[in-house]
């Protein structure tokens, strides 16, 4: 019996309940199947945000509650339930039977194909016009905050424009102010205060400040990316996607074609009419 309850001890120990509603229970271990089981959208912000994770965690058990709570109802044999659960049976069957028996190859599309549908299909993927920006940011609190921030960001301007300070690392020579890469911003992502300033830019300026809400931008445009075309390599996982969805689609209805073509479906037009009677 010690044996027996030491085990105990331990499994509890390395599998702790974080999730309880008085005799149910969530375990780590479940909690985990749980969550890889989820999208991968709702995974990142379960693993991101703790109120959501909570919030995860209360609906799970207040459904098993319910569940709970129908079964001993024997609310799934009311005849309007039965009837649902049948037919959402029947489409799980449905789907996944025709999924099974269509399976697209695992290969499909290859690169050729990805690459044809790509240049046939240009008009479709057009981006707008994109910055590489960097800036240089100082944190504002209110308007007084915000005349000194522009004065402070005019002369750190004016120091990069002579060659004195190097823009990336200029941040470094004043206090509370952060440099950060933006990368591409496309047009329109920038914010109606941003867009004046870096539309005229040549590439290599750098722009006056730009104050808004949140505190002083200087702003330095790498490079700029004309409208186009996104370029294959940024839509390619996309793409591939979109074409297995589709060969899956159309494998699909050709599988249904087939078993329709060895006994077709015979309609009654004349009692057909007597169905909206």
Same mark, same amino acid.
């Given at each position: 019996m010690l044996a027996c309850a030491s085990l105990c001890l331990a499994a509890a120990a390395n599998d702790p309940v974080i999730a309880e509603r008085g005799a149910d229970q969530?375990? $780590?271990? !479940?909690?985990?199947?749980?969550?890889?089981?989820?999208?991968? =959208?709702?995974?990142? /912000? #379960?693993a991101t945000d703790q109120a959501a994770l909570q919030n995860f965690l209360r609906n799970v058990l207040l459904a098993r509650a319910i569940l709970a709570q129908a079964a001993a109802e024997k609310w799934d044999k009311r005849p309007d339930v039965a009837a649902l659960l049948q037919r959402a049976r029947d489409q799980v069957i449905t789907q996944s039977y025709l999924a099974f028996h269509a399976a697209v190859p695992a290969l499909y599309p290859?690169?050729?194909? *990805? /690459?044809? @549908? &790509? =240049?046939?299909? /240009? +008009?479709?993927?057009?981006? %707008?016009?994109? &910055?590489? #920006?960097?800036q240089i940011f100082l %944190?504002?609190?209110? @308007?007084?905050a915000v005349d000194d921030g522009r004065q402070k960001l005019a002369a750190l301007r004016a120091q990069i424009q002579h060659g004195k300070l190097v823009f990336t690392q200029a941040a470094k020579h004043g206090a509370n102010?952060?440099?950060? =890469?933006? +990368?591409?911003?496309?047009? %329109? !992502? $920038?914010? %109606?205060? *941003?867009k004046p300033a870096v539309a005229g830019l040549p590439e290599g300026a750098v722009s006056d400040p730009v104050c808004t809400d949140g505190g002083c931008h200087l702003l330095r445009l790498v490079a700029t990316r004309p409208a186009g075309p996104a370029p294959l390599a940024d839509i390619h996982d996309a793409l591939v996607h979109a074409l297995r969805q589709q060969r899956q689609t159309a494998d699909e209805n050709a599988y249904a074609s087939g078993l329709l073509?060895?006994?077709? *479906?015979?309609?009654?037009?004349? !009692?057909?009419s007597r169905l909206s009677q």
């Open positions: 969530i375990t $780590l271990s !479940q909690a985990r199947a749980m969550i890889a089981a989820t999208d991968p =959208d709702t995974r990142h /912000k #379960l290859s690169e050729a194909e *990805v /690459k044809s @549908a &790509y =240049d046939q299909n /240009k +008009g479709r993927f057009m981006q %707008p016009r994109a &910055y590489h #920006l960097e %944190p504002t609190a209110n @308007a007084p102010l952060r440099y950060t =890469d933006m +990368g591409w911003v496309s047009e %329109p !992502q $920038l914010t %109606p205060s *941003v073509a060895n006994q077709p *479906v015979a309609i009654n037009e004349i !009692q057909l």
